[in-house]
């Protein structure tokens, strides 16, 4: 296998996300805001294992990726990922660390994608209860005096719930990795 296969075997969008850019679905491509520039909108987008952000120029594949990202040289980059250089063989220690960082990439992105599934879980959880709760006002709560008694003492519960349930959908679908991990955080305890 050549230099150019190994490098399109990295999954580009998976590198990017375990480096910390958030990224989104769209359509065939992912979008995202640039890690090389200051982006206030994603202009930076991934299709077909290649980058390119269209307000700073930036693009390439992974191995420009993490060169620029992380200031590496071309032999630097390829042992970053393991990656041995044709005609310059990789020392034993050279190959332990460059395993060990793929080891802590792979773990990296394995808590990412844990952490996606979570996000996806909650997110229709958080949507069913709303509906629900939504759906039993609609079909129990017909006249004022139907908020008197159980009835009442129930409404008053959704009610209590629903801002949080309300607000914590928005952070899922809108709010930045951060507040999403503060949301699970928080859901945790």
């Known amino acids: 296998m050549n230099l150019a296969e190994k ?3 990295i999954d ?3 590198l990017v996300q375990a480096e910390g850019v958030d990224l989104r679905r769209s359509g065939q491509s992912w979008r995202g805001l640039c890690p090389f520039h200051e982006d206030k909108t994603p202009s930076f987008a991934i299709k077909e294992n290649r980058f390119r952000c269209w307000g700073c120029g930036a693009h390439g594949d992974s191995i420009d990726f993490i060169r620029a990202l992380k200031g590496l040289s071309l032999p630097e980059a390829c042992s970053y990922f393991g990656i041995p ?3 310059k063989p990789i020392t034993p220690v050279e190959r332990r660390e460059a ?4 080891q802590e990439r792979k773990q990296r992105q394995i808590l990412i994608d844990a952490f996606r599934r979570w996000e996806i879980n909650y997110s229709t959880k958080l ?3 709303i509906r629900g709760a939504y759906r039993w006002i609609a079909t129990n709560v017909k006249c004022p005096e139907d908020l008197e008694g159980t009835k009442g003492d129930a409404v008053a519960e959704i009610y209590k719930k629903l801002p949080f349930w ?3 959908l928005e952070i899922l ?3 930045s990795d951060k507040e999403k991990y503060q949301l699970y955080r928080g859901i945790k305890k």
């Open 12 to 14: 580009l969008s998976r």
């Open 173 to 175: 679908a809108c709010g």
């Open 7 to 9: 490098i399109k075997d």
């Open 166 to 168: 309300e607000r914590a």
């Open 85 to 87: 250089l044709p005609g």
């Open 127 to 129: 949507g069913k209860h």
């Open 99 to 102: 395993k060990a960082k793929a």
